[in-house]
Nanobody, 124 residues
Framework: QLQLVESGGGLVQPGGSLRLSCAAS????????IGWFRQAPGKEREGVSC????????NYADSVKGRFTISRDNAKNTVYLHLNSLTPEDTAVYYC?????????????????WGQGTQVTVSS
């Protein structure tokens, strides 16, 4: 079964940046669309961004558009989420997930395989 591992989270000041990574072991990611999701304390999990298996198509939630960038390096079997201009409202556990079918809709119901998450905390 595909296993995903997120890394790169941490504590950052408002206005700062982080790069999250989503890596897979044992299986290649290059046939999966990847989505990033986040869940803040007391809130439901929400879609943040997604990327097709080739990397040719991406989409973003309005709340992160222009600040976050999703990319992938299939040679390294890794998908990245670059977080810029962070605000306290971006504080959440960030999850990556994989789907065999890409959709511009960042809908968690479409994703079958999930990582355990990485904490991002934005605070001064």
């Amino acid at each position: 079964q595909l296993q995903l591992v997120e890394s790169g989270g941490g504590l950052v000041q408002p206005g700062g940046s982080l790069r999250l990574s989503c890596a897979a072991s044992r299986f290649s990611l290059d046939r999966y669309a990847i989505g990033w999701f986040r869940q803040a304390p007391g809130k439901e999990r929400e879609g943040v961004s997604c990327i097709s298996s080739s990397g040719g198509r991406t989409n973003y939630a309005d709340s992160v558009k222009g600040r976050f960038t999703i990319s992938r390096d299939n040679a390294k079997n890794t998908v990245y989420l670059h977080l810029n201009s962070l605000t306290p409202e971006d504080t959440a556990v960030y999850y990556c997930a994989a789907s065999t079918i890409y959709s511009d809709s960042i809908d968690q119901k479409r994703y079958n395989y999930w990582g355990q998450g990485t904490q991002v905390t934005v605070s001064s």
